[in-house]
């Protein structure tokens, strides 16, 4: 054998599971006898594999492909945290040209997968409203740093469980999070106080919304605000999600049923 064909033979040693993202048919048919299970990830099935989990999101960067893929292949019980994993991927374009080896166990539990996969807005809502806080947090306001809390899908309910501090300035129009000009609008009205509630298609419902959800057993970690709080609240007793931006370390947080599930530094995207 090669020196090549050495190294890969004991780099796929012991593996117990593979994940084909996006797979041609003839790579897919090239697995169809493997021993391990195979599970095809990516936005469609298009090679009518058995197994299938999809990625509701292009994810462009290849370790987050493989988080979520593996992640929603642990929440559907199609692998199990133990196993040994081979990924194959194109990381620059269609073409597989990317062999990854991880263990499923290191993808489990961050909650990403659900946030999009499970929440009642749409995935493209979800990440929509991730970006707009990504923004926010890198650029700030005219330089400073600058809050904001998104309330993100059941926005009949959240609307119920929150009050007006001001007049809205979504009352009477039809926009939706993700349209260029929407986004300008929300990091302009950020300055001022209260949340924005967004609707599961991404209609935005209100900004200058005062929460006030019931706050009882919403365990969030401590050294976060009255911002954090209220987002981690209004998850509990309504399904939407939270996303929330914050002044003081600038970290972008997301809350779902009460508890925190995701926290990123805008300067890392
Ligand atoms: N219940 C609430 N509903 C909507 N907005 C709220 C609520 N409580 C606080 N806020 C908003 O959060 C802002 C900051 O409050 P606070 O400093 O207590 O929160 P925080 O969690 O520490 O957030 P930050 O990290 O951004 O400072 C308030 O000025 C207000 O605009
Ligand atoms: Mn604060």
Redesign the pocket.
């Known amino acids: 054998m090669t020196a090549v064909g050495t190294f890969l033979d004991a780099f796929a040693d012991d593996v117990e599971g593979i994940c084909l993202f996006s797979p041609s048919s003839s790579l897919y048919s090239t697995f169809a006898d493997a021993d391990e299970p195979v599970v095809v990830i990516g936005a469609e099935n298009t090679v009518d594999a058995d197994v299938f989990v999809e990625l509701p999101l292009e994810f462009r960067d290849p370790t987050e492909r493989i988080r979520f893929g593996v992640e929603g292949a642990l929440g559907q019980d199609e692998l199990d945290e133990e196993m040994e994993l081979l990924c194959v991927l194109g990381s620059f374009g269609d073409d597989m040209d990317t062999v990854m080896r991880v263990r499923a166990g290191d993808f489990s539990d961050s909650g990403v997968y659900d946030l999009f996969a499970n929440s009642r807005a749409d995935p493209s809502v979800v990440r929509n409203v991730l970006e707009v806080s990504v923004e926010l947090g890198k650029k700030g306001q005219k330089g400073k740093p600058v809050?904001?809390?998104f309330v993100v899908g059941d926005a009949g309910k959240v609307m119920n469980k929150?009050r007006p501090?001001s007049y809205n300035p979504f009352e009477k129009s039809h926009v939706h999070v993700g349209d260029p000009i929407v986004n300008v609008m929300l990091k302009e009205f950020s300055r001022?106080?209260?949340?924005f509630v967004i609707s599961d298609s991404g209609k935005i419902v209100s900004a200058y919304?005062?929460?006030?959800?019931s706050a009882a057993g919403v365990d969030i970690p401590k050294g976060?605000?009255?911002?954090?709080?209220?987002?981690g609240?209004?998850t509990r007793d309504t399904n939407a999600i939270a996303i929330?931006?914050?002044?003081?370390?600038g970290l972008v947080r997301a809350f779902k049923s009460g508890e925190l599930i995701l926290e990123l530094d805008p300067e890392d995207y």
Do not use: Q
Request: aromatic fraction near 4%; charge should be negative.
């Open positions: 809050g904001a809390l929150s501090l001022l106080d209260g949340a919304r005062y929460l006030e959800p976060l605000g009255a911002r954090h709080m209220a987002a609240a209004v929330v931006l914050s002044e003081s370390d």
